[in-house]
């Protein structure tokens, strides 16, 4: 099994910036790759920006290109989101997945695991 914990959501007016932290624990070493998600009232869950484990390839939603930055530190086992120039838009819960194998890393269905998520407002 695996464990997903997100942190450092909050509350940050537009233009301001945030730093999503997820910590991965269990067998992480089995994980193909990561993502996160968003999911704002009375809308889908939406792909946000994911990342491969081995290689460090990432992929974004166009909505957050060039303003959001997935990486992650392969010793401590953790994923981050940098959030830069948020905007009113950006406003949902934000969740981190695991995936287990390739395939599309945009499809929800993809994940294998979620974190509880982290709720971000971003104030006009």
């Known amino acids: 099994q695996v464990q997903l914990v997100e942190t450092g959501g909050g509350l940050v007016q537009a233009g301001g910036s945030l730093r999503l932290s997820c910590a991965v624990s269990?067998?992480?070493?089995?994980?193909?790759?990561m993502g996160w998600f968003r999911q704002a009232p009375g809308k889908e869950r939406e792909f946000v920006a994911g990342i491969t484990w081995s290689g460090g390839s990432t992929y974004y939603a166009d909505s957050v290109k060039g303003r959001f930055t997935i990486s992650r530190d392969y010793a401590k086992i953790t994923v981050y989101l940098q959030m830069n120039s948020l905007k009113t838009d950006d406003t949902a819960a934000y969740y981190c997945?695991?995936?287990?194998?390739?395939?599309?890393?945009?499809?929800?269905?993809?994940?294998?695991?979620w974190g509880q998520g982290t709720q971000v407002t971003v104030s006009s």
């Open positions: 997945a695991a995936r287990r194998y390739s395939g599309s890393v945009y499809n929800r269905n993809g994940y294998d695991y």
């Open positions: 269990g067998r992480a070493v089995s994980m193909y790759g």
